[in-house]
């Protein structure tokens, strides 16, 4: 089982940046992919951003060139800086773990809203 840590979340001014953070904790498999998908009110939870334990990076079309994952092997944390942000990336974030071909687990979701 795999436990998933979301922080970073908050409110920020359009062309701010926030640092999301996410910690993984219990049994982790070497092959794994992490990341985060986003869910806005009425809407489906969609990819942002996934990286695999071998650092090879997805990202949605909406982000790419203003958000940039990465990953600590050592914390076993993924990590998502959010530049220029928009009102459109107002929504609740979850961390995502898929843990070899086992299972899919994911965080309590952090929000983040972007407003004047």
């Known amino acids: 089982q795999v436990q998933l840590v979301e922080s970073g979340g908050g409110l920020v001014q359009p062309g701010g940046s926030l640092r999301l953070s996410c910690a993984a904790s219990?049994?982790?498999?070497?092959?794994?992919?992490m990341g985060w998908y986003r869910q806005a009110p009425g809407k489906e939870r969609d990819l942002v951003a996934t990286?695999?334990?071998?650092?090879?990076?997805n990202y949605a079309d909406s982000v790419i060139g203003r958000f940039t994952i990465s990953r600590d092997n050592a914390k076993n944390t993924v990590y998502l800086q959010m530049n220029v942000l928009i009102p459109e990336d107002t929504a609740v974030y979850y961390c995502?773990?898929?843990?070899?071909?086992?299972?899919?687990?994911w965080g309590q979701g952090t929000q983040v809203t972007v407003s004047s």
């Open positions: 995502y773990h898929r843990n070899g071909a086992v299972a899919v687990y």
């Open positions: 219990g049994s982790i498999f070497r092959i794994n992919t």
């Open positions: 990286i695999t334990s071998g650092g090879n990076t």
